[in-house]
C-alpha cells in the first residue's frame, strides 16, 4: 500500500507562485511514475504534469513554462512547482503514483490541496 499527502496549497493572487509538495509512504519501491491532477468544481480532472522516475515529464499545455513537476527519488517526494498564477488554476490538485504490484500496476491518489488563485 502507498500513501499520498499533499502539502503547500493555498490563497494567492494572481500573478504569485506556489509550490506543491506530495509525500508517498507505505510500499514506496515499486512507484515508477507520479503526476498531478487538477480538479475544478463541476469539471473533469485533468492531468496538469507527470514524471516517471527516469526524470522524463509531461504537462498540460496551458501551463507549459509556468508549472515545473520535479522529484526526490530518495525522499519519495514529488513537488509542484506553480508560477505566474491565474484564475484558471483555481482547483484541487490531486498526486497520484502509480506502482508495480503483484500482478498489475496500481494506481494511488492523495487527498488533494486546494490551490485557490484571486483575480
Known amino acids: 500500500q502507498v500513501q499520498l499527502v499533499e502539502s503547500g496549497g493555498g490563497l494567492v493572487q494572481t500573478g504569485g507562485s506556489l509550490r506543491l509538495s506530495c509525500v508517498a509512504s507505505?510500499?514506496?519501491?515499486?512507484?515508477?511514475?507520479f503526476g498531478w491532477y487538477r480538479q475544478a468544481p463541476r469539471k473533469q480532472r485533468d492531468l496538469v504534469a507527470e514524471?516517471?522516475?527516469?526524470?522524463?515529464?509531461n504537462y498540460l499545455d496551458s501551463v507549459k513554462g509556468r508549472f515545473t513537476i520535479s522529484l526526490d527519488n530518495e525522499k519519495k517526494t514529488v513537488y509542484l512547482q506553480m508560477n505566474s498564477l491565474k484564475a484558471e488554476d483555481t482547483a484541487v490538485y490531486l498526486c497520484?503514483?502509480?506502482?508495480?504490484?503483484?500482478?498489475?500496476?496500481?494506481?494511488?491518489w492523495g487527498q488533494g490541496t486546494q490551490v485557490t488563485v484571486s483575480s
Open positions: 497520484k503514483a502509480e506502482s508495480k504490484g503483484w500482478s498489475a500496476a496500481q494506481t494511488y
Open positions: 507505505g510500499s514506496t519501491g515499486s512507484i515508477y511514475a
Open positions: 514524471i516517471s522516475s527516469g526524470g522524463a515529464t
